[in-house]
């Protein structure tokens, strides 16, 4: 360590070969390549002779290496989130090709028309019909729970829903 601090490379090299299984294998944990673990490792024992001065003797000279192994991961972590984020973008050019596929207002209008000629076709149904299908299609309900809501058997809502949309079908495409 006195010769590693006082600027031999030497002394940092031996202090590399006692500490760099440990901290590959910490970094390797991490990020779960040996390619990548290797390049942060050897990040790491850059980063550690870079601040050599800093380091405080009081302290665990692998503890101290393990932190920069720690901060390293993370400066790892965040690259590969941006580039991750990044390789979904597309360049500034072809950004401007790309068609917007949001319903312009002639198809929102079509489809509004659509919703309400359903709605309105489903408000002539007979109620034994129109409240099966509500409650299953719209509420959510299971078959049980509308049989049991309208106190019919599980087989009358299931018939009920099945004439319901029969009934639907005809006046929607006639």
Aim: hydrophobic share 45%; aromatic share 10%.
């Amino acid at each position: 360590m006195r010769s590693a601090l006082s600027g031999g490379q030497d002394g940092f090299r031996v202090l590399m070969q006692r500490h760099r299984e440990a901290i590959f294998r910490f970094v390797r944990g991490y990020v779960g390549e040996d390619s990548e673990a290797m390049d942060l490792t050897q990040d790491c024992f850059v980063a550690a002779f870079a601040a050599l001065h800093r380091y405080d003797l009081q302290r665990s000279f692998r503890s101290w290496l393990l932190r920069i192994a720690v901060n390293k991961c993370h400066d790892w972590n965040r690259r590969r989130t941006v580039r991750r984020f990044f390789t979904f973008a597309l360049p500034e050019e072809e950004a401007f090709r790309v068609p917007d596929t949001a319903p312009g207002p002639e198809e929102n209008l079509a489809s509004a028309m659509e919703v309400a000629r359903i709605n309105a076709a489903i408000a002539e149904l007979p109620a034994n019909l129109k409240e099966p299908l509500l409650l299953c299609a719209i509420e959510g309900f299971s078959q049980d729970e509308t049989a049991r809501v309208l106190g019919v058997s599980r087989k009358a809502v299931e018939t009920r829903i099945y004439r319901a949309r029969q009934k639907l079908s005809q006046v929607l495409q006639g």
